[in-house]
């Protein structure tokens, strides 16, 4: 398989994304909602694409809630949805373990409730204990209710030889009160006691993208996170452009910092980026390592000098200005991480 060419820069769009692309494969966690509120203009930037005739999935790698939970949690928030319209790393998982075990095997579920029901419409058993015999351990986020015996039981099955499977890797959870930690911080218990590594179906793997793909039959998916390492690396290993709002876990110097499988086609404040087009960024020079000058509306932004600064000049939308230095950062980075501070820069934005 060849690999996708380095990205140096956003990519220009003339007409809304929500036209330009036919389904919208949402995160959920900071890009729809944090917490129990809805992320501010979600619910009328959702209901406006939808208008415009883009279909929205709302793909998440929690998988402590069964769908119709989901699609009930963000309806009462003001984002209709339909449990067909959710889709969750729970279901992708089902389908991995459906794949790897002889139908009808005992499953070992460690986490939320989110698991149960796909796991259950593949044909296969739950069980509670690694004395059950179970041919598959699945674990996934399970709250603050997980307890540390449900981390016993899937490392005393994990060290008998049992299977591992993982809905997702998901280190943290961004929360009203913070970051809290998610799945993958539980998967580490696991790895610290057993030394093995579990099979992964959450983003950024290839098992959601697929997962999602087969349910939403998307024909050109545009995905949208909040998160370089999940939702934007999992759109480039699916091979699909990804929207990066700045809702949630990801700030403007750590997508300045981001390495090519990092690196949005698109990026936008919030959810409102869908019913907008996307400027053209100009970039003169460059070659990794050298000078550059990137021009996206009124800005200007430049890596230049013997010993090398990211500067920005000029006035308009911040956004802009922030797509000038990520095409600056990225061509001087070219297949590495820019190690120019941004400071600076960025202050002159507010970002």
């Known amino acids: 398989m060849t690999s996708p060419p380095v990205r140096t820069r956003t990519d220009a769009c003339a007409e809304p994304l929500c036209t330009a692309y036919d389904t919208a494969l949402l995160d959920l966690d900071g890009v729809v909602y944090i917490g129990g509120a809805a992320v501010e203009h979600a619910a009328g930037a959702l209901a406006c694409a939808r208008a415009r005739g883009m279909r929205l999935a709302y793909v998440t790698n929690n998988a402590s809630r069964p769908a119709d939970v989901v699609a009930g949690r963000l309806t009462a928030m003001g984002v209709h ?3 067909a319209d959710v889709v969750t790393s729970g279901q992708a998982v089902a389908r991995l373990v459906a794949e790897a075990v002889p139908p009808g095997a005992r499953v070992l579920v460690v986490g939320g409730k989110g698991l149960y029901g796909p796991l259950r419409e593949r044909g296969l058993r739950i069980v509670e204990s690694a004395d059950d015999d179970p041919a598959a351990v699945v674990q996934g986020h399970g709250g603050p209710e997980m307890t540390w015996g449900r981390l016993s039981e899937a490392a005393f099955a994990v060290q008998r030889g049992v299977p591992w499977f993982a809905s997702n890797a998901d280190l943290t959870i961004p929360t ?3 970051i809290a930690p998610g799945n993958g911080a539980a998967l580490a218990v696991v790895r610290l006691a057993t030394g093995a590594e579990p099979r992964v179906a959450g983003k950024p793997e290839p098992p959601m993208h697929r997962e999602t793909i087969i349910r939403t039959g998307a024909r050109r998916p545009l995905v949208v996170g909040d998160r370089l390492d999940t939702d ?3 759109a480039y290993n699916g091979g699909v452009d990804a929207l990066l709002v700045l809702t949630g876990v990801t700030g403007a110097a750590e997508l300045l910092a981001a390495l090519p ?3 949005p086609a698109y990026v936008a404040a919030d959810l409102r980026g869908l019913s907008a087009a996307q400027p053209e960024v100009a970039v003169a020079g460059g070659g990794e390592g050298g000078g550059c000058v990137a021009r996206c509306g009124g800005w200007s932004a430049s890596v230049r000098g013997t010993e090398p600064e990211l500067r920005l000049d000029g ?4 956004l802009d200005g922030l797509r000038a230095l990520c095409a600056a950062a990225w061509t001087y980075a070219g297949e590495g991480s820019c190690g120019l501070d941004p400071g600076k820069a960025l202050a002159r934005l507010g970002l």
């Open 261 to 263: 499988r990092h690196r």
């Open 176 to 178: 009203p009160r913070g």
């Open 315 to 318: 006035e308009g939308q911040p």
């Open 81 to 83: 949805a339909e449990p």
């Open 232 to 234: 934007i690396e999992g």
